[in-house]
Structure formats: C-alpha cells, structure tokens
C-alpha cells in the first residue's frame, strides 16, 4: 500500500515540476485514445454474427464459434504451414541482413560513398509492391529476362516456371522481401552504431583487434540490446506474414504456397462479407502475438539478461 501511495505521490509531483510538458502531451494522449484504443471496441465483432448495419450490441452473441470455425477449417494446417514458413524464413534471413549491412557500411570510410550507398539502398522501402511484383515478373516469368539469358547461354534447354511452380514461391518471397526492407531496417543499427563511443575503437585497436575483430567484439555487443527488441518484437510478428504481396505474387497454380492467415482472412472477413470471421482471425493472431512477446523476452532476459520490459 505505501508502494502505491508512493507512486502516486511521484506521478503528481512529476506533474507540477512538468506542467507544461504534461500539458503538450494531453493531444497526443486524446489522439491516441480516439484512433488507437476506441476502433478496438471492433473486436467484439469476433464475439457476435455481425450483421453489416446493425449495431454490434444488437447482434446474435456466438461466443467462441468463429474461433472454433478457424481452426477446425480443414485448410488451417496449410494456412499455418505457409505462414510460419515464409515468417521464419523472413527472420533467419532477413533479420540478420540489415544487421551485416550496417556493419559493412559502417566500414566504409568515404562519406560520400557511404552517404550514396545508404539512399540507394532505402530506396526499395518506398517501392509499393504493385511495382515489385512488376519487377518480379519481369524477371521470373517465361520470357522473362533470367530465363531468357539462361536459354541463350545454353545453361537450360527451356524456360524455367519460377511463378508457376509453387516450390518456387518461398524463395522468391524471401528474396523481394529482403531486398525491400534491408536497407530501411539497418536504419536503426546504423543509428546505434553511431551512439558506441569512439575510446572503446581506440583502446581495440590499441590492443591489436582488426576490422573484423572491431565488429565482432566491440560493435555487436554495443548494439546488441538494440538487436535483443527488435528479435523480440519480430517473433511476436511471426504470424503477420502480409497478404497484398501474396495476392500480387501469386497465381492460381501457387496458391497451396502462398495462401496464409491473412490472405484467408481478407479473403472470408472482407471479399466474403463474413467480418465477423476476419475480426477473430486478426484476435487471434494478436493474442499468439503477445504471448510470444512475453515468452520471448522472459527468455532472452534469462538467457542474456537482456529485455524489452
């Protein structure tokens, strides 16, 4: 009791030392009550058959059945499947990606060179993926220019099927969504790589470490709490696996590959008009999400002594 009434006692003396503060903040709190916490009122949705027009209090209460509709569908399996597939993909390839590329772009000494490097590589981050997709078939369809050069050059006697053929799909997925996001993502390495004190390179090379020893011993522990939130953040994500780049993507032909929980669930919850359906769907995935938050960091705080909380 003394311990609350402590933290009370704290919260409003911070509040009369930082008036003015706290005041500017009273915008940003109201903002963020009217369009980040009030629409979660929605998730209700997940708990009735919503019918579009009525008021969701007026609506038939089904409790769990949605849940239950999900996952007993015969196709869940596959849903899970392809979405914990292309997830983890994306995160032992993509997640220590923009990880080497700050730390090879932390080595390079001309400013300009480096300045030019970092725009280039930021700019695939603002490339939607209508153009992606675009760029994809342009270079994996039949006549397209890979197959085009590996025909001429006699290395395959016929066009390989890269966007027709489903064992095709994960790869490639991978690949664009690497080359997208790597270079926006080592953003936030380079900015902790720039806050490590210079003394601590110093004294490294003073004691004989090279480049790589630099790296290995100094830069990645001095970031690798930055590293630690980031891992965290991207297991609670691990069933968000996109659904307009599979449905620009994918074809007909590849659908057993590319077919995840979010794409069935625009597929029932918006195309479908069973909303209440795509509510629960998008529940779900937010409670795993969380739980896997929790366990992660309770992990990585035992086993590195590192967390988010």
Known sequence: MDKKNGMISNLFKSFRMQTELWLLSVPIIIWVLIFCYYPMYGITMSFVNYVPGKPIWQCEFVGLKWFIDFLTNPSFGLLLRNTLAMSLLNIIFGFPAPIIFALLLNEIGNRHAKKFIQTVSYLPHFISWVVAASIVYLLLS????????????????????????????????????????????????????????????????IDGLGRLGMAWYITIPSIAPTIVVLWILGIGGILNAGFEQHLLLGNPMTQKYWDVIDTYSYRYGVQQGFYSMGTAVGLFKSVIGFFLVILTNKISKKLFDLSII
Do not use: M, R
Request: aromatic fraction near 16%; charge should be negative; charged fraction near 10%.
């Open 142 to 205: 039949n006549e397209g220019i890979i197959n085009v050069i590996l025909v001429q050059w006699g290395i395959t006697h016929k066009p390989i099927p890269f966007l027709s053929k489903g064992e095709y799909y994960w790869i490639i997925y991978t690949i664009i969504n690497i080359w997208k996001s790597v270079g926006w993502s080592s953003i936030i390495y380079l900015s902790a790589i720039a806050g490590i004190d210079e003394q601590l390179y110093q004294a490294g090379a």
